[in-house]
């Protein structure tokens, strides 16, 4: 079974600090990443995607990869409270024949204002 | 707009009862899921639908009846349901099934089976 890891948390970061998100994979042929934030209560958002080694910008998010470690991070500058929620890391897994997205435990984040 | 439209965002139904969940999409997508979400947990495939035919059931029990009338339209047909399969219903929709392709994801029906 193909295996993506995470952090449950919490992790605790103050307003204004960078929150940085782990995320690793088992499957070495995966070439497609996903960072998906969900409040309590609501479905997943899409916020990130990446699909190169290296870093990716959006704002206030950047995703890294790193294939060769099997691994992908999620970096949150000036973090806010309105932040707080669980992010998931997903990999899209074709291992089937048909893609589908696998999705890790998730990492719980808390702002503290 | 990346919009995936569910309906209904609630329901309560008995365990003898026949209900439906609909999601719609007009995005063009090509592919379809249907995840299931317990508190606290990830989200856990069900079905994939590619061109409107079924490629992935993730050994789902038969009570759980998925549906793809046309590529707007995803349905998941629900009877004899058990307490146990009281979750939060999460379609999501992507261009295709393949590597590099973004999923986007419903609201969500929360679903409590007594």
């Known amino acids: 079974q193909k295996e993506v890891e995470q952090n449950s948390g919490p992790l605790s970061v103050p307003e204004g600090a960078i929150a940085s998100l782990n995320c690793t994979y088992s499957d070495q042929g995966s070439q497609s990443f996903f960072w998906y934030r969900q409040y309590s209560g609501k479905s997943p958002e899409l916020i990130m995607f990446?699909?190169?080694?290296g870093d990716k910008e959006d704002g206030r998010f950047t995703a890294q990869l790193n294939k060769a470690s099997q691994y992908v991070s999620l970096l949150i500058r000036d973090s806010q409270p309105s932040d707080s929620a669980t992010y998931l890391c997903?990999?899209?897994?074709?291992?089937?024949?048909?893609?589908?997205?696998?999705f890790g435990t998730g990492t719980r984040l808390k702002v503290l204002a | 707009d990346t919009e995936v439209t569910q309906t209904p965002k609630h329901l309560v139904m008995g365990m003898t009862n026949k209900k439906s969940l609909k999601c719609e999409q007009h995005?063009?997508?090509?592919?379809m899921y249907w995840y299931k979400q317990k508190a606290k947990k990830p989200p856990e495939l069900m079905f994939v639908?590619?061109?409107?035919?079924?490629?992935i059931n993730e050994s789902v029990p038969s009570r759980f009846s998925p549906e793809c009338p046309n590529s707007s339209l995803l349905n998941l047909h629900l009877h004899a349901l058990q307490p146990e399969d009281s979750a939060l219903y999460l379609c999501?929709?992507?261009?295709?099934?393949?590597?590099?392709?973004?999923?986007?994801f419903g609201q969500g029906t929360r679903l409590t089976v007594v």
């Open positions: 995005m063009g997508h090509r592919a």
């Open positions: 639908y590619s061109y409107e035919k079924l490629s």
């Open positions: 997903a990999v899209n897994d074709g291992g089937s024949g048909t893609y589908k997205y696998i």
């Open positions: 999501a929709s992507s261009q295709v099934a393949g590597a590099g392709t973004e999923a986007f």
């Open positions: 990446i699909y190169s080694n």
